[in-house]
């Protein structure tokens, strides 16, 4: 598991934003890192699109399997106590 202090070091790279002033000015009065920000940012649209894709590739088979459950349950219907 990977923790702030052995956490492998990413390579960054400097980028040119266009930011609108008055967020900028904001978040500087604020004392927020920009930086930190963004690539939160970055990372949660990633996952976002990640997951959209995936269920769109698999829309068809969690669909067949929906309706095979609805039509015939579920292997451990029997076996539930709740």
């Known amino acids: 598991m990977s923790t702030p202090t052995n956490a492998p070091r990413r390579r960054k790279k400097a980028t040119d934003l266009v930011v609108d002033q008055r967020l900028r000015a904001r978040a500087e009065r ?3 890192n920009l930086s930190p920000l963004l690539e ?3 990372a949660e649209a990633n996952r976002r699109q990640q997951r959209e894709a995936w269920l769109r590739r698999n829309r068809r088979a969690l669909d067949a399997y929906n309706e095979h459950i609805e039509k015939h349950g579920a292997f451990s219907d029997g076996l539930r106590a709740f």
């Open 30 to 32: 604020l004392g927020l």
């Open 40 to 42: 939160a940012g970055l």
